[in-house]
């Protein structure tokens, strides 16, 4: 049961950072696509 809850969460942690990365792109994206 432990080991489950740890693999979530670790599965959650790299989703997470997936999303971050997507945001900062994106912002990034559309920074230089007014310059």
Same mark, same amino acid.
Do not use: H, K, S
């Given at each position: 049961m432990l %080991?489950? +809850?740890c693999q979530k969460k670790k599965r959650h942690g790299l %989703?997470? +950072?997936a999303f971050f990365l997507l945001k900062e792109r +994106?912002?990034?994206d559309a920074i230089t696509g007014y310059a």
């Open positions: %080991e489950d +809850r %989703e997470v +950072r +994106r912002i990034a």
